[in-house]
T-cell receptor, first 114, second 114 residues
Framework: GESVGLHLPTLSVQEGDNSIINCAYS??????FIWYKQESGKGPQFIID?????DKRQGQRVTVLLNKTVKHLSLQIAATQPGDSAVYFC?????????????FGTGTLLAVQP | GAGVSQSPRYKVAKRGQDVALRCDPI?????LFWYQQALGQGPEFLTY????????KSGLPSDRFFAERPEGSVSTLKIQRTQQEDSAVYLC????????????FGPGTRLTVL
């Protein structure tokens, strides 16, 4: 099948381990950040979001950390499962933008080894 | 409930042909976005609608690209005189209101121009 993971940075982990996916964003004026998961042949699926007035937000098995000083975003996945294998994109929305359009990062391919 | 749907899922066109890609957003969603995703890259913003009004078309790569949403629901992205560089996945996303940032994506239409 088609792959969205060609030429992407790859993170390979063992099933059950914790995964950390990193993202550097470019616009210091961005105030909203989102992580999306994209499986082959599918559209991006919302995972978790965080606003710029927060440093950390937790969901089910996932945690997003935001470091505005160095413009860095990370996604932590606990107890990684084979179903977590996908390409993960961070996205940002610049503050004050009228359209809330998303600016996506390059993406990271997460490969979970059983 | 039903998510964002797109049709066709796959489209093959000969260079110079016109194509029309359809998006059915989640019922009641005010905002609708189109993105273009090249193989191995993150989605890139094309255009944005709030109801039937096209408020931002800054991402459309050329005047061969045209989008409409005449009744504030279904949207069509039209590409005239397709070129090989138009080959990509075209993603549609919708969100409940203009001030709500979470965007829900459809599966995309993969366009291949020969």
């Amino acid at each position: 099948g088609e792959s969205v993971g060609l030429h992407l940075p790859t993170l390979s982990v063992q099933e059950g381990d914790n995964s950390i996916i990193n993202c550097a964003y470019s616009n210091s004026a961005s105030d909203y950040f989102i992580w999306y998961k994209q499986e082959s042949g599918k559209g991006p699926q919302f995972i978790i979001d965080i606003r710029s007035n927060m440093d950390k937000r937790q969901g089910q098995r996932v945690t997003v950390l935001l470091n505005k000083t160095v413009k860095h975003l990370s996604l932590q996945i606990a107890a990684t499962q084979p179903g977590d294998s996908a390409v993960y994109f961070c996205a940002e929305t610049p503050y004050g933008g009228a359209t809330n359009k998303l600016i996506f990062g390059t993406g990271t391919l997460l490969a979970v080894q059983p | 409930g039903a998510g964002v749907s797109q049709s066709p899922r796959y489209k093959v066109a000969k260079r110079g042909q016109d194509v029309a890609l359809r998006c059915d957003p989640i019922s009641g969603h005010v905002s609708l976005f189109w993105y273009q995703q090249a193989l191995g890259q993150g989605p890139e913003f094309l255009t944005y609608f709030q109801n039937e009004a096209q408020l931002d078309k800054s991402g459309l790569p050329s005047d061969r690209f045209f989008a409409e949403r005449p009744e504030g629901s279904v949207s069509t992205l039209k590409i005239q005189r397709t070129q090989q560089e138009d080959s990509a996945v075209y993603l549609c996303a919708s969100s409940p209101a203009s001030s709500t940032d979470t965007q829900y994506f459809g599966p995309g239409t993969r366009l291949t121009v020969l």
